[in-house]
């Protein structure tokens, strides 16, 4: 395998990239890529590319996508006004038809954008093999989905064919009722239930920051959880910091949070000693 040929002039130092394909290649890393760093192309494109690589250098990984962007700019097409509780979308029955419509097209973007590139992805949503089994989280939120159950084997099926799996955070209750997902939690119940090596969070901040603003390499869960108490992690950090705990604690190897508006973060994260986010081990 040529690597000069597949890495980017930008990205890890070869030597680096040979010793983690070595240590990764047994393993799954699943990805969930972020709603706010979907909106710019060049964004989309870059991340397009570091997938394609990723796959083209043996790696097995799965992908869960967000839309949230894309969700409020439909909704606001059709006037329809959402109302948050605990940083989660209400979501009646035109709303969750709005949602699954946007996260569907996505879904499909994303699989075609990865085609293009000579890459094999296959969709995964409620009207294509569907995989994950939901319970309501909480009746005044509406059609939102907890994943109960993932179907492993459907995943698992596609990874042996060297393809890519592109989830989208959608699920089915037992009446077929679709259901909504928080885009870190869908993510984090499929690393759990794969026993993923690395679940990395891609979104629009570089990592946990310290109370200097400093970007922390690596911390253990109960550091994390020292710095929610004093509240050096706050509001939109809190639900990814609790999707990476429950990940660490329950058979993920460990997760990271990374920036996926850097270009090809991604690589940096896996293929490199010094990654590029921060990485949150038990």
Not at 13 to 21: A, L, M, Q, T
Not at 62 to 89: A, C, M, T, W, Y
Not at 171 to 190: E, F, P, R, S, Y
Not at 231 to 259: F, Q, R, S, Y
């Amino acid at each position: 395998m040529d690597l000069k040929k597949i890495l980017p002039e930008n990205g890890p130092p070869i030597n680096e990239v040979n010793k983690y394909i070595e240590k990764y290649k047994n393993d799954l890393i699943v990805i969930k890529y972020g709603g706010n760093v979907l909106i710019d192309r060049n964004i989309f494109d870059n991340f397009i590319t570091d997938l394609s690589i990723l796959n083209k250098l043996g790696l097995s990984v799965i992908v869960v996508h967000g839309g949230g962007p894309r969700i409020k700019r439909e909704l606001d097409k059709s006037n329809i006004q959402s109302k948050f509780i605990r940083g989660l979308r209400v979501t009646d029955e035109k709303i969750i038809n709005i949602v699954e419509s946007v996260l569907i097209d996505f879904n499909n973007d994303i699989v075609s954008s990865l085609n293009k590139k000579n890459t094999k992805a296959v969709s995964i949503h409620t009207k294509k093999d569907n995989i994950i089994e939901v319970v309501p989280e909480a009746k005044e939120l509406g059609f939102v989905g907890l994943p109960n159950k993932i179907n492993n084997d459907i995943l698992l099926d596609i990874i042996r064919q060297n393809k890519i799996p592109i989830i989208s955070p959608l699920g089915l209750d037992k009446n077929n009722q679709t259901h909504n997902i928080n885009g870190d939690t869908a993510a984090m119940a499929v690393a759990k239930s794969v026993k993923s090596r690395r679940l990395l969070l891609m979104t629009n901040v570089d990592g946990v920051l310290n109370k200097e603003k400093k970007l922390i390499d690596e911390i253990s869960s109960s550091e994390i959880l020292e710095m929610v108490k004093d509240e050096t992690i706050t509001e939109g950090m809190i639900p990814k910091i609790n999707a990476c705990l429950d990940a660490v604690n329950n058979g993920v190897t460990a997760a990271g949070i990374i920036n996926g508006t850097k270009q090809h973060s991604c690589l940096w994260e896996i293929f490199s000693d010094k990654g590029s986010g921060t990485l949150i081990r038990k």
